[in-house]
């Protein structure tokens, strides 16, 4: 494909994604916010996939507890950063996946950070969930903007597919920092990821003492409540 076409063509996929951003559903009421961010890199499309399928798990969880606000978060290419309004249902947040399809870049998982800090400043923000593979940027960076969500009272819920030792570490100190969790997924067990997501949503909904109710018989929400709180 020539230069000129690649870019129409990334153009195009752009506009499909804000123009399904404008006409998604408003979130309902006082709905709880959380911020879902993915790695739209080009190693991420199995994963991508993945989380388009499993999604529908954080509004199940909530539902029967007053439903949740989700807002979609990626990155992409060499600067690509965009974030889509808060949504309310499982639908409208698969059709905002859906117009998205992964490109070859770097990670911007600092702007990701200071995107969900911003935020938190226009309104609450329970928590962030961060779907990601790889970082590539200065890890003290990552970290100090972490702290200041920590400050804020909200938690990133870190979740990395792959056995990269070093990846597993950012992503760890990120969530400490915050005051949220990290866990590990793999592309063979979606189980996983769903049931990470469905704990991370019932914090956002119910807080700590939610999640502890639910660590009584959900081992992801043991692994999240054991992240948070040590014990």
Known sequence: MAGSDLDRARGAAVDAFLETARQVAAPVGDAPRLIFALDATMSRQPTWDLACGVQAGMFEA???????????????????????????????????????????????IGRVLRHVRNEA????VKALVLVGDAIEED?????????ELGLLGLPAFCFH??????VA?????????????????????????????RAA??????????????AHEDAAARRLLVGMTGG
């Open 121 to 124: 400043g226009r309104g609450p």
């Open 161 to 166: 597919e792959g056995p990269d030792p070093t």
């Open 139 to 147: 890890i003290d960076d990552l970290c100090g903007v972490a702290g």
């Open 201 to 214: 949503a019932i914090y956002a909904t119910r807080g700590l003492d939610g999640l502890r109710l639910a």
């Open 62 to 108: 909530t539902a029967r507890l007053g439903g949740l606000a989700v807002q979609l978060v990626y990155f992409r290419g060499l600067s690509e950063c965009r974030a889509s309004r808060f949504v309310s249902d499982a639908r409208a947040l698969t059709g905002l996946m859906r117009a998205v399809t992964c490109q070859g870049g770097q990670t911007q």
């Open 169 to 197: 570490a950012g992503f760890s100190e990120i969530a400490r920092l915050s005051g949220g969790a990290s866990a590990r997924f793999d592309l063979t067990a979606p189980e996983v990821l769903a049931a990470l997501l």
